[in-house]
């Protein structure tokens, strides 16, 4: 498995994974009805528009298999709310359900702190569903809760979670350690 830059073509197979994992990630915790609403193609059009137009810092990222198919993505770049004292914000974190539980999400989260640390932001937080068992991930790698807010979704109101980390270099330190 690699890690690299994400291209202008890989927008659709970014967009599958994003439509299919949030498909079996969030049934029972987010409406049916807006997982129905869910489409590839208009995920692909956004992410082509992400990619070949590139804003501030966003940086994403994918892991490619040994064949060459993309089975996990990420995406980064400056704090959204300016309010929690953070830098950096990791945006989105799929990895394909069959590939999960293989190093995956540690390699994509130490490429993006990576790429953080290189545009100069060296803390970083990231909002997740309360319900979604991602968490574990989160904990495993050392995020600290630090804050929380409700969403709405298709009529349901949601809570998320903000996992923090006032240093990435610790966390990087602590990504590459449980590579080797
Ligand atoms: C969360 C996610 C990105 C983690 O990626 P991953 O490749 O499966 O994670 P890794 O294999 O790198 O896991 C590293 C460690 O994190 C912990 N961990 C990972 N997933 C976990 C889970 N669901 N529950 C508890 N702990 C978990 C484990 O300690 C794991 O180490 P181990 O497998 O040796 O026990 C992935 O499960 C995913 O894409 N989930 C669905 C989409 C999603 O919810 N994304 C987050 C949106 S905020």
């Known amino acids: 498995m690699i890690v690299r830059d994400a291209r202008p073509t890989d927008a659709a197979a970014i967009a599958r994974i ?4 949030w498909g079996t990630a969030y ?3 987010v409406p049916d009805a807006f997982l129905a609403s869910l489409s590839v193609e208009a995920r692909a059009a956004r992410w082509s528009r992400i990619l ?3 804003e501030g810092h966003e940086l994403v990222r994918v892991a490619e ?6 089975v996990g993505f990420a995406s980064a770049g400056p704090e959204r709310t300016g309010e929690l004292g953070y830098e950096g914000e990791l945006y989105a974190l ?3 359900a069959e590939h999960q539980r293989r190093g995956v999400g540690r390699a994509l989260t130490l490429s993006v702190v990576e790429g953080l640390a290189e545009a100069g932001l060296r803390s970083m937080l990231l909002w997740v569903l309360a319900e979604n068992p991602a968490r574990g991930f989160y904990e495993a790698i ?4 630090v804050a929380t ?5 298709e009529g349901a109101v ?3 979670i903000a996992y923090g980390w006032e240093d990435t270099t610790e966390l990087a330190t602590h990504l590459r350690g449980a590579d080797q």
Request: proline residues 6%; hydrophobic residues 25%.
């Open 18 to 21: 994003h439509v299919e994992t």
């Open 27 to 29: 049934r029972g915790i």
């Open 52 to 54: 070949t137009e590139p």
């Open 65 to 70: 298999d040994e064949a060459g198919d993309l």
């Open 94 to 96: 799929y990895v394909r």
């Open 142 to 145: 050392g995020g600290t809760p």
């Open 149 to 153: 807010r409700e969403i709405e979704i």
């Open 158 to 160: 949601l809570d998320e």
